[in-house]
């Protein structure tokens, strides 16, 4: 069965929790709760938990929003900084608890990222060569 670890230590910064190597080495997800407003400076404190989440966790991390009370611009690209780190590393980042708005602008924020590194996304093929495949799927399949 995977283990979830919410760290949860006796002090809490303003902007999210403090990682604990010692309760986290073994952690399969981690969650982080942020809180307050997640912009300024409290963006630096966040942005190097996640990071450190990521490298930490075996499978992932979670990111709890539900105590966020605004995100700024710099919160919004710390997060696509995570989901960036999140697919080199072959891991996973969930976010719960986002409002409507903020993910929005995360969604255009991590589309624009992409295509800076990987150019516009498209197609793979032509309507034709996906309709002759379809055909001989399903041709594949009668007996």
Same mark, same amino acid.
């Given at each position: 069965? @995977? @283990?979830?670890?919410?760290?949860? !230590? %006796?002090?809490? $910064?303003?902007?999210?929790? @403090?990682?604990? !190597? &010692? ?7 981690? +969650?982080?709760? %942020?809180? #307050?407003?997640? #912009? =300024? ?21 979670? +990111?709890?929003?539900?105590? +966020?009370?605004? *995100? ?18 072959? @891991? $996973? ?5 986002m409002d409507l708005a $903020? ?10 990222s992409r295509e800076i590194?990987?150019? !516009? ?5 032509? =309507? ?7 055909? &001989?799927? *399903? ?5």
């Open positions: 069965m @995977k @283990k979830t670890t919410t760290i949860m !230590p %006796p002090v809490v $910064s303003h902007s999210t929790v @403090k990682l604990d !190597p &010692e309760t986290t080495s073994l952690s399969n997800t981690i +969650v982080l709760q %942020p809180k #307050g407003c997640l #912009g =300024g400076l409290a963006v630096l404190d966040f942005q190097t938990n996640l990071e450190q989440a990521l490298e930490t966790a075996a499978l992932g991390v979670v +990111v709890d929003m539900q105590q +966020v009370e605004a *995100l700024a611009v710099e919160g919004i690209t710390a997060l696509v900084i995570g989901l960036e780190l999140a697919a080199i590393l072959g @891991k $996973s980042i969930v976010f719960y608890s $903020s993910r929005k602008s995360l969604i255009v924020e991590w589309s624009r590194c990987f150019g !516009p996304w498209g197609d793979l093929f032509e =309507g034709e060569l996906e309709k002759f495949f379809g055909v &001989e799927i *399903l041709r594949s399949q009668s007996c």
